[in-house]
């Protein structure tokens, strides 16, 4: 077993097994600063909430699609493989023939597990291609503002998913690091598609070493480690955009900003610079404008503006800052702001979005990109905005605004979806209940019994992780795993490519489908595709015999670090940005044409759409964060030991400011109600004085887990937080998600709280070998 290891997006592990089972996840020896996370995977794999089988709603398997308003409350039936995929093929076939494929949902959105091949999104839409098609959803929770975006003022997503300014830069030039949002080390936990080295905490604690002071912009001291030292500028959520153009005005009216670049490397700013100065609509937007919106001090505004002129200054802004109401907005504004210090492209200055993040932003990326499992061409041209799926289920034929085009969302009537949990990610999960009464077939593959696949009329158990062959390439590292099957998969659970293989042999699709190819065959497959693409760039990897035996593979990666946008800088003319006018554009004629109310052609400060209602503001006076979780990613294992161990008083903690816990008479320890007009849960409460006052931070990522399931408004007795947020646009730009605009209040919960059911099966009919649990099955 010395020479196992496998990958996950959390991290690298040497598994160890007993007789049999797994026991422990042990840390990859070159990580020195690995994610606990690992530890939750042994005690997962045969839980209570464990799928043993194929599963049928009991309604469904009666009624069929006029059983729909009770999904998520009834009990399920167990069947054999055969009948599940025979079920799931007849149902796709019927949904084809009488609908079209445009009726169907395959947009699948979530991370699912790291491998190149064992891939579920990859996998399921190869299977619908080759089925004719599907609709799918563009963009990602994760940073869709920044998406549709970034291509209208730099020409490409170059500082947001790709291509940073590398932390050895940071570390030898960077004196002055605001960050926007903070630089969560726990977000760094995670890199989709894996992480071999967990470097982030190494690179920010060299930074601080050779002189980089960091400055915390966040409600939350929490969101930069101690040992930083930064300055906290605990500035009221959702006020970033405002802050920035204090600041801005600031560097304007003191003679600090760089006309010089403005003038040669970006267009626009003399469309901005009357909004910024008060000519266009008698509000100058200095920094005692700024302060009456984000709670800081005009003179506190001023210093920082003076600091980052005087200073090497990397601007950074967390990914969640664009998950608010006018999201785009902090985005366009930093880059203006970096333009108006005139640093960009410079080693260690201009800016980033996304620092800590993720392990792998700031990482020297490889000049080339791994093969993946290919998926095939789409013909369906439909598509909504990924946090739109409450409103297609809805309103099909209705029109929606995209990046200046309208569209309309289809008629969708069945939904499947592997490696993903729309009960954890999409907002106010009370619209998605209803919601997801409107589709007349749901089909779910999924390890566990998350609230998906309560969910869903079909439930096909698949494999995780360690139970698997698979090939797993950490993304911005040089870094192959030979990610070999550790244990059996449990009860009569089938890996994602198994279960599709089957339902397109039903369909008469199998070949197709598999190109004759098995699980090896395929891992072998794209190994040596790798090797080929390596071979282009001078790196010579091992035979696949060798690597498989050996269990991984690391090379060195030689390109140099490369500043953002730093070609550009060296020659605007030679390496002008994909953009227009070949330039930044600080004011987008592109955008401005689409003649959006709420994103125009320049930044601008727009009071988010929660706050508008006076009323409402005054009866939900708190702002909650919902941001990533120290304990698991998202959703995915929050049934592990890891999470679980932090729960408080059973539920997902919720932390309060001393004075906003004691005006409550809230303690430490106490069952807390959260609410607002959509929405209720119920949460453990922490007193922090980490968090800002008129803040409460609730991780995202509790399984869903209403006190009635399947209705529509019931309590959440386990802290979700999606049942409070709002589920509207950004804007009609980007249509991206808006979970960081959300009003609440809170209450200590006086009544006896009922039992979180989230780790526990629904109820289970007899029908075949009627097993509850893994356990049982054995």
Known sequence: MANRVTLTHWGAYRPEVRDGRLVAMMPHPEDQSPSPIGRSIPGTLDDTVRIPQPMVRAGFLAEGAASRDRRGAEPFVPVDWETATGLAAREL????????????????????????????????????????????????????????????????????????????????????????????????????????????????????????????????????????????????????????????HTLETEGLSDRAFLQRYTTGFDRFLPYLLGEADGQPKDADWASAICGIEAGAIRSLARRMAANRTMISVAWSLQRASHGEQPLWMAITLAAMLGQIGLPGGGFGFGYSGANRVGNIELPFSWPALPQFSNPVPDFIPVARLADMLLNPGEPFDYDGKRYSYPDIKLVWWAGGNPFHHQQDLNKLVRAWRKPEVVIVQEPWWNATARHADIVLPCTTTVERNDLGIAKSEPHLFAMRRVVEPAGQARNDYEILSDIAGHLGLRDAFTEGRDEMAWVRHLYDASCRTAADYGHNLPDFETFWEAGEFRFENDAPPKSLLEEFRADPEGAPLRTPSGLIEIFSETIAGFGYDDCPGHPVWMEP???????????????????????????????????????????????????????????????????????????????????????????????????????????????????????????????APIAHTTLIEAERFADRPADTTAFQPPRILPGGPAKNTITELK
């Not at 699912?112 to 563009?138: D, E, I, K, P, W």
């Not at 399984?703 to 019931?714: I, Q």
């Open 93 to 248: 076939e019927r949904v084809r023939r009488d609908h079209g494929n445009r009726a169907i949902f395959g947009g699948s959105y979530g991370w699912a597990s790291a491998g190149r091949f064992h891939h579920a999104q990859s996998q399921l839409h190869r299977f619908l291609n080759v089925a004719g098609g599907y609709t799918r959803s563009v963009n990602t929770h994760s940073h869709a503002a920044a998406e549709v975006l970034l291509p209208h003022l730099i020409g490409s997503h170059h500082g947001m998913g790709e291509r940073h300014t590398p932390w050895e830069l940071i570390r030898d030039h960077t004196r002055l690091f605001v960050a926007f949002g903070g630089l969560p080390v726990k977000n760094a936990q995670v890199s989709a598609g894996g992480v071999s080295r967990h470097r982030v905490p190494d690179w920010l604690r060299e930074c601080r070493r050779s002189g980089t002071a960091f400055v915390n912009v966040s409600p939350l001291c929490s969101d930069m480690e101690p040992e930083l030292d930064a300055q906290w500028v605990a500035l009221r959520p959702n006020t970033d955009t405002a802050l920035m153009l204090g600041l801005a």
């Open 609 to 735: 759409d929660e706050w508008l209602g006076a009323a409402d503001a005054a009866r939900y006076p708190l702002h909650l964060v919902s941001n990533q979780p120290r304990t698991r990613l998202h959703s995915q294992l929050d049934n592990g030991a890891v999470s679980r161990e932090a729960k408080v008083a059973g539920r997902e903690p919720a932390a309060f400011h001393p004075a906003d816990a004691a005006a409550r008479s809230i303690r430490s320890g106490d069952v807390v109600r959260l609410f607002n007009d959509r929405g209720a849960c119920l949460a453990g409460a922490v007193i922090s004085p980490d968090v800002s006052r008129g803040t409460v931070q609730l991780a995202t990522g509790a399984w869903y887990d209403p006190a009635e399931p399947g209705e529509d408004g019931a309590l959440d007795l386990h802290g979700n937080p999606n049942v409070l947020t709002l589920d509207r646009p950004t804007s009609k730009l980007a249509q």
